[in-house]
Structure formats: structure tokens, C-alpha cells
């Protein structure tokens, strides 16, 4: 969509505001165009979107990046519900959870609670499982934090070069359910 505003034969006029806000919501999606879902088209995007924006492009990363990452005010229930998607994957049903951070440390300290409030998002939602990914932005990795569940017997797992959700968690979880025999 917004390759076609920039690119159709009439391009729709942009001013500088209208080029940040788009340019931080590719920024924001694509992790700074780091994620494997970023596509070449989010790179020309960006490229024609920094030239009308006109803004100093590491700053304006850095504070797109602390802010998406910020856990600051919310509660555990509110930060697993921020970017929480509902799966059935085979029979199982689940909730998948994503908190991006800069580090790991940042969600140490809140670790209990939001075991607790994964708990009771499966219990609430009559699910078979849920599931926390933290996200670690910087070092390119991922934790999975599991509620108690039947169908993998495990509490987390380490990731290691996992950041996407879509492309690299849910077909891994898929193989992991399918191998346990649901």
C-alpha cells in the first residue's frame, strides 16, 4: 500500500509528517528492517519515505526502539495482551504472546507475574496452552515461556536467532506439537 503511494502514476503527495509516520510504522514492524518478514519493499519504502521525511534516521530508530520496548506502567496482563494472537495448531489450542525488549534483563523482573497472568489467560480462555515469546531486539534471540499444558510438558525454551513470530516460532511450535503427538 505504500509503495503505491509512492509509486502510482499520480503519486499521492506526502508532506514530512505524513513520510515519519509511515516510515515509523515500517520502522516499528520490521524492527528497524532487521526481522525476517522484512521485505525489499519495506527497504524501498523507507528509502523513498527518509528522503520526504527529512529527519536524522539513527536518532529517530533509536527512540522508535526504545519506546516499542518500553515496559514501563503496565501491568502483566496488559503487556501479554498487547500482542497476543489465538492459534490452533493440530488440535491444540493456544495463545501466543510476543514482548519484544533490548535485553533480556529487562523482563526478568516480571517474569513471576506474567507466568501467573499466563496462567490465567489459559484458564479464562478455556485454552490448552499459552505462550509468552520475549523478544531480545538487540542480540537477535528469543525465550519461550510456556503456561502449564499437557501437550509439550516443558516451561520455556531458549531460541536462538528466533525473533519472528509468523515465520520462525509458530513453525517450529508446529513441529514441536505435531512430534508430541497431538
Known amino acids: 500500500v505504500i509503495l503505491q503511494?509512492?509509486?502510482?502514476?499520480?503519486?499521492?503527495?506526502?508532506?514530512?509528517?505524513?513520510?515519519?509516520?509511515?516510515?515509523?510504522?515500517?520502522?516499528?514492524?520490521?524492527?528497524?528492517?532487521?526481522?525476517?518478514?522484512?521485505?525489499?519493499?519495506?527497504?524501498?519504502?523507507?528509502?523513498?519515505?527518509?528522503?520526504?521525511?527529512?529527519?536524522?534516521?539513527?536518532?529517530?530508530?533509536?527512540g522508535l526502539l526504545a519506546a516499542k520496548t518500553d515496559l514501563s506502567g503496565q501491568s502483566a496482563p496488559q503487556l501479554l495482551q498487547r500482542d497476543a494472537k489465538n492459534y490452533r495448531i493440530h488440535t491444540v489450542s493456544l495463545l501466543l504472546s510476543q514482548i519484544e525488549v533490548r535485553a533480556m534483563s529487562d523482563i526478568d523482573p516480571l517474569l513471576p507475574a506474567l507466568q501467573q497472568a499466563l496462567e490465567q489467560a489459559k484458564q479464562e480462555a478455556g485454552l490448552e496452552m499459552a505462550a509468552l515469546l520475549v523478544t531480545d531486539i538487540t542480540r537477535r534471540r528469543s525465550t519461550l515461556y510456556f503456561s502449564s499444558n499437557r501437550v509439550l510438558g516443558i516451561?520455556?525454551?531458549?531460541?536462538?536467532?528466533?525473533?519472528?513470530?509468523?515465520?520462525?516460532?509458530?513453525?517450529?511450535?508446529?513441529?514441536?506439537?505435531?512430534?508430541?503427538?497431538?
Do not use: C
Not at 524501498?44 to 530508530?61: P, Q
Not at 516451561?155 to 497431538?182: C, F, Y
Open 5 to 62: 503511494i509512492l509509486t502510482a502514476e499520480k503519486p499521492m503527495p506526502l508532506n514530512a509528517a505524513q513520510a515519519t509516520l509511515l516510515l515509523g510504522a515500517i520502522l516499528s514492524d520490521t524492527v528497524a528492517l532487521s526481522a525476517p518478514t522484512t521485505t525489499e519493499q519495506d527497504r524501498l519504502a523507507v528509502t523513498r519515505l527518509r528522503a520526504i521525511s527529512h529527519i536524522d534516521y539513527d536518532a529517530f530508530i533509536a
Open 155 to 182: 516451561r520455556q525454551v531458549s531460541l536462538p536467532d528466533m525473533t519472528s513470530r509468523k515465520k520462525e516460532v509458530l513453525p517450529w511450535l508446529t513441529l514441536q506439537i505435531a512430534n508430541a503427538g497431538r
